[in-house]
Structures are given as C-alpha cells and as structure tokens.
T-cell receptor, first 109, second 113 residues
Framework: QKEVEQNSGPLSVPEGAIASLNCTYS??????FFWYRQYSGKSPELIMS????GDKEDGRFTAQLNKASQYVSLLIRDSQPSDSATYLC?????????FGAGTTVTVRA | EAEVAQSPRYKITEKSQAVAFWCDPI?????LYWYRQILGQGPELLVQ????????DSQLPKDRFSAERLKGVDSTLKIQPAELGDSAMYLC???????????FGPGTRLLVL
C-alpha cells in the first residue's frame, strides 16, 4: 500500500468552477500535511500547509484535514486557466516527506 | 524572497559517464534534501542532511550515487556511472528543521543517452 494516495486524474473543470482534490495517507501518526502545485517541467511550489483538523483557507484555496479518516483535501474555488497544473499531496511521517503521484487539473476556458 | 539554487538546470550525458548536481539551500536552513522525480510520479527522497550529517539515505542507490554537504551549507549529488534509468528530474529542497515546510529549487533535468 502506498503511503500517500491521490484521486486519479486528470480532472477537467470549466473556468470559474470548483476543483476538488482528495488525498489519503496510511500513517496514522502523521502530523504535517502539504499541497504543492507543479507546472509541467517545473519544480513543486508550496500552496498550503495544514496541521490541525478542520479547514484552512488562503485566497481561492481551502485545505481540509480529517485525521480520524486519514484524509486531506484541497478545494480550488473560481478555477482559472492558470490553475492548470499537477497538484501533489505530501505528508510528513517520521521526519520524512512522502508524496502522492499527483492529480493533474485542467481548467477549460 | 530567498530561494533554493540548483545547477545545472539541464544535463545530457551518456551512460557510464559521471554527473554531478549542486544545490545551495535557503540561508539558515539546516535541513537539505535531494529528491528524484520520474515523469508522472511524485518526488522520492534520495537523501536527507541535517547540517553536514546524513540522517536518511535509505533510498539512495549507494553503488552509484553519493551525496555530501561538507560545511553544512551547499551540497553535491553525484552519479557514477550514469545509467539509462537515471533519466529524471533531480530536485533539491531545504527547510528550517526536519518537520518544517520544505521549499524546492528549480531542479536539474537529467537525460542519459
């Protein structure tokens, strides 16, 4: 079983819609959770970090964490063509950051 | 804004040759990481340094890969000899501590022919 799993893509949404990305992790004692955005051919760029159960909002992005269900999600509101990228879920467990395979999002104009 | 620096950005080499990548972390970041990312997959940790010490190299293919961070600042990752399967993006990241947010450099894209 992979340590971090993301919903399979690609995900295509119309401009202005909400994109919903999901991630589950296997290590129950994980404490730190991150979402990175990666444009094609570029390196990962941090979007959000979340450490406590509940929601965390930053502009058009909302991260949700449910430690009991071992589940992290990212919502992108009012999706823009510039949001078209691969989104990586990452989890720190035992001092090691593990990544999911990523979900590719395409925002249709 | 402080950034992680990496060089070269692109490297093309022939199999059996030696290659080296360099990374300069964000100033003050004690922890430095090297990752390998194969197309379509998430980054995978190769080696983690805390200051000048290796704290995790469990996924580093030690028969051909080596990494050092002699003065606890910049770092070099070497592959000798390179194999076709080493073609990938090599990413360096740094953080203030081992459980802190990691920031990535631009990466080095390696192509082995």
């Amino acid at each position: 079983q992979k340590e971090v799993e993301q919903n399979s893509g690609p995900l295509s949404v119309p401009e202005g819609a909400i994109a919903s990305l999901n991630c589950t992790y296997s290590d129950r004692v994980s404490q730190s959770f991150f979402w990175y955005r990666q444009y094609s051919g570029k390196s990962p760029e941090l979007i959000m970090s979340i450490y406590s159960n509940g929601d965390k909002e930053d502009g058009r992005f909302t991260a949700q964490l449910n430690k009991a269900s071992q589940y992290v999600s990212l919502l992108i509101r009012d999706s823009q063509p510039s949001d078209s990228a691969t989104y990586l879920c990452a989890v720190i467990s035992d001092y090691k950051l593990s990544f999911g395979a990523g979900t590719t999002v395409t925002v249709r104009a | 804004e402080a950034e992680v620096a990496q060089s070269p950005r692109y490297k093309i080499t022939e199999k059996s040759q030696a290659v080296a990548f360099w990374c300069d972390p964000i100033s003050g970041h004690a922890t430095l990481y090297w990752y390998r990312q194969i197309l379509g997959q998430g980054p995978e940790l190769l080696v983690q340094f805390q200051d000048e010490s290796v704290v995790d190299d469990s996924q580093l293919p030690k028969d051909r890969f080596s990494a050092e961070r002699l003065k606890g600042v910049d770092s070099t990752l070497k592959i000798q000899p390179a194999e076709l399967g080493d073609s990938a993006m090599y990413l360096c990241a740094s953080s203030q501590g081992r459980r802190e947010t990691q920031y990535f450099g631009p990466g080095t894209r390696l192509l082995v022919l």
